[in-house]
């Protein structure tokens, strides 16, 4: 119920994992362009009477008093402090953290030479405690189905923002680094294969807006593209378009 859903790619993959000229995901509206980040997709569960669940995306790891939790990456750990201090709300809510940097991924050395460990806010859900109720007496083939049809009711871009607003000082957290934010960008997203990674090559020219320490490699992985609302989602990222251009003339 709380797993967070799979993001599609802007165009579609083919075969070997490589981008066909098919554009899946069509944007006809002002968008959100945040950074993608290279670490592992982590969740706290926080319930309205302030019962806590940590968890990976696939695994719940830890509940509030557990004597053992499942030291998993690292997550616990690492977003413990937080759900402690969270402040409950009327609904159950989930907080989606992407944890990167220390040996999370290959991917780390980008973000720090100094095996520091960080976390990004990237999205939040809302269940009202009834649905929720009514969704745990579903089987689990239709609480998937709900989810990856788009059945959770994720927070707007200005809504998730504002959750930052009721975070202790002491705990304090960031969103993934917008893109270009002060100018929602008015896309016309590119539309060609070529012309996407030439854009997406411009929009991450200094590297990645989250290193850790001065010591990271700095190469982004991509970015992740929204509405203002969350209705439509995609990813962008540099391997893909480098996995299609490999062996071929652009």
Same mark, same amino acid.
């Given at each position: 119920?709380?797993?967070?859903?799979?993001?599609?790619?802007?165009?579609?993959?083919?075969?070997?994992?490589?981008?066909?000229?098919?554009?899946?995901?069509?944007?006809?509206?002002?968008?959100?362009?945040?950074?993608?980040?290279?670490?592992?997709?982590?969740?706290?569960?926080?319930?309205?009477?302030?019962?806590?669940?940590?968890?990976?995306?696939?695994?719940?790891?830890?509940?509030?008093?557990?004597?053992?939790?499942?030291?998993?990456?690292?997550?616990?750990?690492?977003?413990?402090?937080?759900?402690?201090?969270?402040?409950?709300?009327?609904?159950?809510?989930?907080?989606?953290?992407?944890?990167?940097?220390?040996?999370?991924?290959?991917?780390?050395?980008?973000?720090?030479?100094?095996?520091?460990?960080?976390?990004? =806010? #990237?999205?939040?859900?809302?269940?009202?405690?009834?649905?929720? /109720?009514? !969704?745990? $007496? &579903? +089987? %689990?083939?239709?609480?998937?189905?709900?989810?990856?049809?788009?059945?959770?009711?994720?927070?707007?871009?200005?809504?998730?923002?504002?959750?930052?607003?009721?975070?202790?000082?002491?705990? =304090? #957290?960031?969103?993934?680094?917008?893109?270009?934010?002060?100018? /929602?960008? !008015?896309? $016309? &997203? +590119? %539309?060609?294969?070529?012309?996407?990674?030439?854009?997406?090559?411009?929009?991450?020219?200094?590297?990645?807006?989250?290193?850790?320490?001065?010591?990271?490699?700095?190469?982004?992985?991509?970015?992740?593209?929204?509405?203002?609302?969350?209705?439509?989602?995609? /990813?962008?990222?540099?391997?893909?378009?480098?996995?299609?251009?490999?062996?071929?003339?652009?």
């Amino acid at each position: 119920m709380t797993k967070y859903p799979s993001i599609l790619t802007y165009h579609k993959l083919g075969e070997k994992g490589r981008l066909l000229d098919e554009v899946q995901v069509e944007f006809d509206c002002p968008v959100i362009v945040t950074e993608k980040i290279d670490g592992v997709n982590a969740r706290i569960i926080l319930f309205p009477d302030g019962f806590y669940i940590i968890g990976s995306r696939e695994e719940l790891l830890y509940g509030k008093g557990d004597l053992i939790g499942n030291p998993q990456l690292g997550i616990v750990d690492e977003l413990k402090p937080v759900a402690e201090a969270l402040v409950p709300s009327d609904n159950l809510r989930v907080y989606y953290f992407e944890v990167y940097g220390g040996n999370v991924t290959k991917g780390s050395k980008q973000y720090t030479s100094e095996k520091k460990v960080g976390h990004l =806010l #990237f999205d939040v859900v809302e269940i009202d405690p009834y649905k929720f /109720k009514e !969704l745990c $007496d &579903l +089987p %689990i083939e239709q609480i998937s189905a709900w989810r990856e049809n788009g059945g959770q009711d994720f927070l707007s871009d200005e809504e998730l923002r504002n959750t930052l607003l009721d975070v202790p000082v002491e705990v =304090l #957290f960031e969103l993934t680094p917008r893109i270009g934010f002060d100018q /929602k960008i !008015l896309l $016309d &997203l +590119p %539309i060609s294969l070529n012309n996407t990674y030439d854009w997406l090559n411009r929009m991450l020219s200094e590297g990645t807006f989250a290193k850790l320490d001065a010591g990271g490699v700095g190469r982004a992985e991509g970015v992740v593209v929204r509405t203002p609302d969350r209705s439509k989602i995609a /990813k962008i990222r540099f391997e893909d378009y480098e996995r299609t251009f490999r062996g071929r003339k652009r």
